[in-house]
């Protein structure tokens, strides 16, 4: 059975001695649970200070990005190196907001701008192929706007980002992958997807791996759901058959709010 993952994506908040608080509140209710996979991601500067925190505990670290190559003149890069000497044991790949496709529009935020995120399938899939041989579990997220969905585009797009991140990857390298199906139209947003349209897209997303890889991966690769999960809706999503976990925004970063999470999901 695919063991439920809670991940707790701290996005640009907290600094490190908030960071280490916080997990530190969380390994102290949380920390020893074993019926559910427990994973922080703070951003890169707090990684050092909530591993210390969580060490010993069977809480997991894992960062918001990576690049592709191990060292070199890639100012302002993290590599897969740095991040599994820091104890990260998973990375979170090609999130909505790093690929400059935003739930919110931020009113400040110059359209043009978006381009210099400049995320896209082949620079995701460089770092999936990154990381792989460090032992590092990717953590691809994948996900349409609100405009692609209402033109009826959803699997397409999503069938698109899962070739193009995927590609030229063989199934024996992927057992270690988990997947986030997280609709951008429910990214900070407060709208979350229905439970049982969730479950379908995430039906959809493993039947892609299965007529890709075959049965055994899309058995074993987790399926999350991401996009305004909270205490009050996360018990609906996370007992779905399809939704193998929840990929948690900003009702991570409030400990009694991601602790009520991790109990809302099933026994299995
Ligand atoms: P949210 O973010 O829970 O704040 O909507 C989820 C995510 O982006 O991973």
């Not at 791996?209 to 909270?230: C, F, M, N, P």
Request: aromatic share 6%; glycine share 10%; with cysteine.
């Amino acid at each position: 059975m695919r063991r439920p993952l809670i991940a707790g994506n701290w996005k640009m908040n907290l600094t490190p001695s908030e960071g280490a608080a916080l997990a530190t509140t969380l390994r102290q209710r949380i920390g020893m649970r074993s019926d559910v996979e427990i994973l922080l991601c703070p951003s890169f500067v707090a990684l050092q200070a909530v591993g210390e925190a969580i060490r010993g505990s069977e809480m997991k670290l894992g960062a918001q990005d990576v690049f592709w190559r191990d060292a070199g003149a890639f100012t302002g890069q993290v590599s897969p190196l740095m991040l599994c000497a820091v104890g990260c044991e998973y990375v979170i790949l090609g999130h909505s907001e790093t690929r400059g496709r935003f739930g919110v529009a931020d009113p400040d935020l110059d359209p043009t701008i978006l381009s210099y995120f400049s995320e896209t399938d082949a620079s995701i899939n460089r770092k999936l192929r990154a990381v792989l041989p460090h032992g590092l579990r990717p953590i691809l997220c994948v996900g349409e706007t609100l405009a692609e969905r209402e033109a009826g585009q959803t699997e397409r797009v999503l069938q698109t980002q899962l070739e193009g991140a995927l590609q030229g990857v063989t199934a024996d390298e992927l057992y270690e992958l988990v997947i986030a199906y997280e609709p951008v139209w429910a990214i900070g947003t407060g709208r979350v997807c229905e439970a049982d349209e969730a479950n379908r897209v995430c039906g959809f997303i493993r039947q892609t791996l299965r007529d890709r890889y075959g049965e055994d991966l899309a058995t074993l690769v987790r399926i999350l759901y991401g996009g305004s999960v909270k205490a009050s809706n996360a018990h609906a999503l996370l007992h779905q058959p399809e939704i193998d976990g929840a990929l948690v925004g900003g009702a991570s970063l409030n400990a009694e709010e991601f602790e009520q999470i991790t109990y809302c999901a099933p026994k299995r």
